[in-house]
């Protein structure tokens, strides 16, 4: 390998492990941060904001497999996700009416309320960890 190139491939690694330090420190104020104030996870305030964001266009709704795609868990991680907001009343789930093997996932008036109160939060804590301050995980 040239020296070209190890400096290259050093800077990569160097960048990668940047990307993987930021993340993890912001999912982790994510985590604590909503989690003290609102019972959420970073994970839970995802879908709940995925259901929000398909107010207009799909009446707070989404198919749990089109849900899995955007907030990037498992089919199973996914499932126990949505017990838990199921459980606390901030979703609903529902049978498709027109294929009995989907099931859309609801967002309630309950999970309406609590998601407008946390995206202030949410952003909050994105905005010092991409503008630059990194968030602590401790």
């Known amino acids: 390998m040239s020296e070209i190139d190890a400096a290259e491939s050093a800077d990569l ?11 993890a420190a912001t999912a982790c104020a994510l ?3 909503l989690g003290e104030r609102f019972g959420l996870g970073m994970s839970e305030f995802e879908v709940l904001e995925r259901l929000a964001e398909s107010r207009d266009e799909w009446a707070g709704k989404l198919r749990v497999q089109e849900l899995g795609e955007k907030v990037h868990l498992s089919q199973s991680a996914l499932s126990r996700l949505i017990g838990r907001l199921e ?3 901030l979703v ?6 027109e294929d009995r093997r989907g099931v859309f996932v609801l967002l309630s008036e309950v999970g309406w309320q609590r998601y ?3 995206r202030p939060l949410h952003r909050a804590v994105l905005r010092r960890s991409l503008m630059g301050r990194q968030p602590s995980c401790g």
């Open 87 to 89: 459980k606390d009343g």
């Open 116 to 118: 407008q109160e946390a």
């Open 31 to 33: 985590d604590r941060e």
């Open 92 to 97: 609903e789930r529902h049978m498709c009416t």
């Open 13 to 23: 690694v160097a960048a990668w492990r940047e990307l993987l330090a930021r993340h």
